[in-house]
C-alpha cells in the first residue's frame, strides 16, 4: 500500500475533531469535505444512538462519501446543532 493510498483511508475514515464545548462554525468544520473543503453543502447522516456513533457525510458537489466517528460527547453535540 502506497502512503498516498494510506492518506485516503484515513480521510475516508476519521474521528471528529472538535470539543463538545466548540461553537456550531467548528462543529461543522469538523465534518467539511476533504476535497473541497466546504462543510455548508455537506449532507449528514449520523448515527448517534449506536454503541460507536459515527456521522455518513456526502458531498455532492464532488461526489465524496465519508464517515466521521465520534465520542459520546460529540454525538451529543452534534444532535444539537442547528440546521
Ligand atoms: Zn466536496
Known amino acids: ?11 475516508l475514515a476519521d474521528t471528529a475533531r472538535f470539543r463538545p464545548d466548540d461553537p456550531d462554525e467548528l ?6 469535505c476533504p476535497i473541497c473543503l466546504h462543510a ?5 447522516e449520523a448515527a448517534l444512538d449506536s454503541y460507536d ?3 455518513e457525510c456526502h458531498c455532492p458537489a464532488c461526489d465524496e ?3 466521521v466517528y465520534l465520542a459520546p ?6 444532535s444539537v446543532l442547528h440546521h
Open 1 to 11: 500500500m502506497s502512503g498516498e493510498q494510506r492518506l485516503r483511508m484515513a480521510m
Open 53 to 55: 456513533p459515527w456521522c
Open 65 to 67: 462519501r465519508w464517515r
Open 73 to 78: 460527547q460529540q454525538a451529543l453535540r452534534l
Open 40 to 44: 455548508d453543502r455537506v449532507r449528514r
Open 27 to 32: 462543529v461543522e468544520a469538523a465534518f467539511a
